[in-house]
């Protein structure tokens, strides 16, 4: 069996707050801006009702510099 230790991450955009919304393998979610050390500078999110999250390509990963 091969195991891996990737860092899986989702990013999405929030239609409602125009956000971007990263979840982590964990499920957890978290607002984080674009620009350098984005994932140091991220702060908790919690979904409501009103939220429309998007998903967003992969591709959009090095606007975050999200951790790998």
Known sequence: MLATNRFVL???????TRQWIVRDRDGNFWIVPPGEHSWEQREPFEPSDDTDLAPVPGHYRSLFQLPT
């Open 10 to 16: 989702a990013i999405y955009v929030d239609r409602s």
